[in-house]
C-alpha cells in the first residue's frame, strides 16, 4: 500500500519556466512533508518541508503547497535551472515519530 | 556545521558474513534514522533512534538491527547477509521543531555489494 505516491515518473521542463512536482497521500495522520532532491549515487538532499497547519512554505525558488483537503502537495520551482535537473522525492512523516514514507520519485529534467 | 558521515562508503561482502555500518548525525541532531535503498523498492525506512532507544522500526528481518550510542552517533548491523541485501544504506539526522518545521538530512550513503 502506497501512502505516497508521485505519479509521474518523469518531466521535461524548459529553462527559465516553473517546474510543478506533484505528490498524493492516503493517510490523514501525516503531520509534515519534505521533498528531496536526489543525484545518482548520492544521499537525498533536503530541499523545503511543510507542516499539516500551514498550506504554503516558500524557500527561495522552491515553493510547496499544501492541500490537506485533497490530499495533495506540490513543490514548484521557479525558474527552472539546468542544476535543478535530478530525482525529486516526495515525503511525508507523522508528528509522533520521524518515520518518514517516501513516494517513488519524479525524474525532472531541465532542457535548455 | 558538519553534515552527516556515514562510514565505510563502499563495502563488498559475501553471503552469510554480517556488516557493521556507522553514522555520526549533525550536531546538535538527537535523531538518527536508517534507510535501505535498491533501485526496485527505492527508500524504505529501516528504523529510527533517538536518545539511544529505538522509536520506530520498519519492515526488515530480525537480522537487520541498529543501536544509538550517547553521542547520538549511531551503527547499523545486517547478519547473515543475503545477495538481496545489496543496496544503499542511507543514514539521516532530523530536527524537529514541533508545529514549525522539519528537517532531515542525509549521509552519502554506504555501498553495500553482497556476492
Known amino acids: 500500500d502506497q501512502q505516497v505516491k508521485q505519479n509521474s515518473p518523469s518531466l521535461s521542463v524548459q529553462e527559465g519556466r516553473i517546474s510543478i512536482l506533484n505528490c498524493d497521500y492516503t493517510?490523514?495522520?501525516?503531520?509534515?512533508f519534505l521533498w528531496y532532491k536526489k543525484y545518482p549515487a548520492e544521499g537525498p538532499t533536503f530541499l523545503i518541508s511543510i507542516s499539516s497547519i500551514k498550506d504554503k512554505n516558500e524557500d527561495g525558488r522552491f515553493t510547496v503547497f499544501l492541500n490537506k483537503s485533497a490530499k495533495h502537495l506540490s513543490l514548484h520551482i521557479v525558474p527552472s535551472q539546468p542544476g535543478d535537473s535530478a530525482v525529486y522525492f516526495c515525503a511525508a512523516s507523522p508528528s509522533s515519530a520521524s518515520k518518514i514514507i517516501f513516494g517513488s520519485g519524479t525524474r525532472l529534467s531541465i532542457r535548455p | 556545521k558538519a553534515g552527516v558521515t556515514q562510514t565505510p562508503r563502499y563495502l563488498i561482502k559475501t553471503r552469510g558474513q554480517q556488516v557493521t555500518l556507522s553514522c555520526s548525525p549533525i550536531s546538535g541532531h538527537r535523531s538518527v534514522s536508517w534507510y535501505q535503498q535498491t533501485p526496485g523498492q527505492g527508500l524504505q525506512f529501516l528504523f529510527e533512534?533517538?536518545?539511544?532507544?529505538?522509536?520506530n522500526k520498519g519492515n526488515f528481518p530480525g537480522r537487520f538491527s541498529g543501536r544509538q550510542f550517547s553521542n547520538s552517533r549511531s551503527e547499523m548491523n545486517v547478519s547473515t547477509l543475503e545477495l538481496g541485501d545489496s543496496a544503499l544504506y542511507l543514514c539521516?539526522?532530523?530536527?524537529?521543531?514541533?508545529?514549525?518545521?522539519?528537517?532531515?538530512?542525509f549521509g552519502p550513503g554506504t555501498r553495500l555489494t553482497v556476492t
Open positions: 533512534y533517538f536518545s539511544e532507544t529505538q522509536r
Open positions: 539521516a539526522s532530523s530536527f524537529i521543531r514541533a508545529g514549525s518545521s522539519y528537517e532531515q538530512y
Open positions: 493517510n490523514s495522520m501525516f503531520d509534515y
